[in-house]
Structure formats: C-alpha cells, structure tokens
C-alpha cells in the first residue's frame, strides 16, 4: 500500500535515452564477510573517532550558515597530503573535492562532456564512468584491452587519436582488472588526446608507481587527476573525493557544481580524518601483502589470479561465474560479480576475512571449474 505505487518507470515521460538502463547496483547485503565494494576493511582507530566527533560538534554550531562553498581549508589540507605523497608541490587552487570521487567525475562530464561530445574508456574498467556518461549525455567509446587486461599504451594511443574524444579515462590502477598504467603510457594518451584526460587513481595508494600528478605541469590543459578517501584513507562512508588539475580545470567545474555541495560536517570530518592519515595510511602496507598472499594461495588452489596493483584481486576462470558467486555467498562470503565471463572480483579484507574467502575457494575449486 505503498503511495503512487501503481505507476511504474515505463509509465513514466522518462528522457528516452535512460529507458531500459540500470542503476549502479553493487549489492549491500548483511553477510559475515564482505569483500565486495573495495573498501578498507579497518575501521577508523579510536583517535579519529573522537577527533571526527569533535569536529562535527564543532560545525553543528554553525549548521544555520551555509557551508566554505569552496571548502578551501579543506583543500588546503588535501594539498598538502598531495605534496607529501607525491613530491610535487600541490597548491589548494590545484585542487578541487566533492561528495565522493563520482560527483567529481560527474562534474567533469558536465563541463567537458555533454550532448554532442564523447568519453572513451578502456574495457573493463569502472562501471561509472560509461553510467556518468549516459547522466550527462555525453556519448559514451568503449575501448578494447589486450586478453589479459593490461592496456596497450601504444594501441590505446592510436584509437585516441582516431576517435578524438572529448574526455578520455584512464583508471589506474584499473578497477575491476587491478593493474597500474605506467606514466609512458599515460604520455602517449596525453599526446594523441585532442581534449581531457582523467587519470582515475582511486587505488593508487596501493602501488608504487608515480602519480599522474607529476605530468599536470607538463600538459595543464589536459589532465585531470582524480582520487577518494573512500579507498585507502578508510572514508568511504565520509564521501569525499577530489582531484588535482591546473587551476582553470578547477574554474571550469565551477560552472556546473551545486552551491554548497561539500556540506559542513563532510568538510569537517574529512579535515579530521586527514589529520590522521598517517595512521589511517599506515593499513595500505598491510593489505598489499594480504593481497599478494591471496594472489599467491589462490594460484596453488588452481586458480589464474590477473596481477593487482590495488586492494582487490580479478581471478577466474570459472566455468559458470555467476554461480560461483551464488556459492561464495551459501558460504557467508560476498564477493562481486562485475560481468567479466569466467571471472570475479575480491576485496583484500583483514587477515581473517581473506582466509574466511580462500577457505570458501577451496571448497568451490572443484565444483565450479
Ligand atoms: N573510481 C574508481 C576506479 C572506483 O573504483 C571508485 C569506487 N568504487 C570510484 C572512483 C568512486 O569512489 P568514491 O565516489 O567513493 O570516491
């Protein structure tokens, strides 16, 4: 007895190119062992906690004023996380946050996207990218990888230069397949691309390679670095994501964002949870190695783990992986089917969750392959 109930979505004047999409829809189910959205499995430490607490306390004293619409302490603090991770002297007017890194990417489409421009991406790679696209009508260029799912720098180059998108993305390391795009590759891209490229990093804390930031000087016209706390930082439920670009990219996303997006106990908390990234950061070690024994356990179990750069592993080859996904989940475990025939996706969780998951492989080695 639901209000309206009886109307449904075909009924409605809905615009025709959305008819017959689907939402984004990793599922959130209550199970034992989640290993499904990428997330730090540690919880923030106690400190941060009260640290948070207090700084949302804080900004609840000022909840009948609107927010910094330009969140500039906060961006001074994500400057200066930027500089010390990577080494480039990162300025706040390089850098620009929003609600999660998805809301930045959606201001990226709508101000160099839209109707009558395009984005290519290299498939498989993050399912938001095309389903921002489809939001902002910006047609959408699927690419190829190679077999493995590596990207052929030279090859992605040349279909760049021959399709001439307005946005190019390149995610790296690449959800859901887990590999870093060297920075000669990257270069190739920024050479043959006519408009934007967005260097997706949300998992680069979990590899060794340099940032793309290190090429905004080089190419200020072009590139657009993006990044999360959701992943490394441990703050996914704080949504906060951002970018680091020359300072006009930053005018231009200017035009299209919603005044006071960035409410004031978001800026608040991720102020705080800042203040403690050393500690927060201090997980990112951990959880390569837990990957790189998960890699390993799941290659003598008889599995073909593809190689990661992140916190999450592609393996197969799974004759049915859509039931393979069902057992992992009869066995308590949630792990993600992302599309890719005869193969799934795992988050690196704590020690115990990942052995939970490799004990639940075991168990399906034989009945699925
Ligand atoms: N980019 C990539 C490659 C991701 O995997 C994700 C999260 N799954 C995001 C961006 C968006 O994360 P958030 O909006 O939480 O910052």
Known sequence: DVLGADVALTDLPLRDDLRGRSPYGAPQLDVPVRLNTNENPYPPPPELVADVAEAVREAAGTLHRYPDRDAVALREDLAAYLSGATGVAVSH???WAANGS??????????????????????????????LAAGTRTDWLPAPRRADFSLDGAQAAAIVAERRPDVVFVTSPNNPTGQVVPQQDLRA???????????????????????????????????IV????????????????????APAMIDALLLVRLPYHLSAPTQAAARAAL?????????????????????ARLGELGFSPVHSDANFVLFGRFSDAHAAWQRYLDAGVLIRDVGIEGHLRVTIGTPEENDAFLAASKGLVDAVN
């Open 102 to 131: 998805n809301e930045v990417l959606q201001q990226v489409l709508q101000a160099f996207g839209g109707p009558g421009r395009s984005a290519l991406g290299f498939e498989p790679s993050y399912s938001m990218h095309p389903i």
């Open 226 to 245: 993006s990044r999360t706390m959701s992943k490394a930082f441990a703050f996914a439920g704080g949504r906060l994501g951002y970018l680091a670009a």
């Open 275 to 295: 203040r403690h990234a050393k500690a927060t950061l201090g997980s990112v070690r951990a959880l390569a190695d837990e990957r790189d024994r998960v890699v």
């Open 93 to 95: 007017r390089n850098v």
């Open 189 to 223: 891209l920024l050479d043959a691309a006519p408009g934007i490229v967005v260097v997706d990093e949300a998992y680069i804390e979990f590899c060794t390679e340099p940032s793309a930031i290190e090429l905004i000087d080089e190419y200020p016209a072009k590139i």
